[in-house]
């Protein structure tokens, strides 16, 4: 499968942008999808994830009630809303896509199958 991630930005603290990932390849609906990001001189972290019918979300606490993760598997693709956004949150934001992902793995890059370029969030003060 490949990935396209889009809608990247630069906001002041407070604002709001979305993110969009966009699936090409074997069925959407067939994957975990998930965002992880990397900030400047950090490593990449989990940001938020969904499983494939979109029944089940999982987030960062540091993202838990400001981030909002949705997929349309009619679109092919996976959302990321980010309300209240912070200078901490900037970052390059990458989606991810797993064929099969156990619930203990879902926080760990290395179990995700498929990435997208990074699309660049940039929050400042």
């Known amino acids: 499968v490949q990935l396209q991630a889009s809608g990247g930005g630069s906001v002041q603290a407070g ?4 993110l969009s990932c966009a699936a090409s390849g074997r069925p959407f609906s067939s994957y975990t999808m ?3 990001r990397q900030a400047p001189g950090k490593e990449r972290e989990f940001v938020a994830a969904i499983r494939r ?3 089940s979300t999982y987030y960062a606490d540091s993202v ?6 949705a997929r349309d598997n009619a679109k092919n693709t996976v959302y ?3 309300n209240s956004l912070k200078p901490e949150d ?4 990458c989606c991810a896509a797993a064929n099969d992902i156990v619930l203990s ?7 995700y199958d ?3 370029q990074g699309t660049e969030v940039t929050v400042s003060s």
């Open 15 to 18: 604002g709001s942008l979305r």
């Open 34 to 36: 998930a965002w992880f």
């Open 53 to 55: 019918s979109g029944g």
């Open 64 to 69: 838990k009630g400001r981030f909002t993760i």
């Open 80 to 82: 990321l809303t980010m």
């Open 90 to 93: 900037t970052a390059v934001y």
């Open 105 to 111: 793995a879902l926080r760990h890059s290395h179990a």
């Open 114 to 116: 498929y990435w997208g």
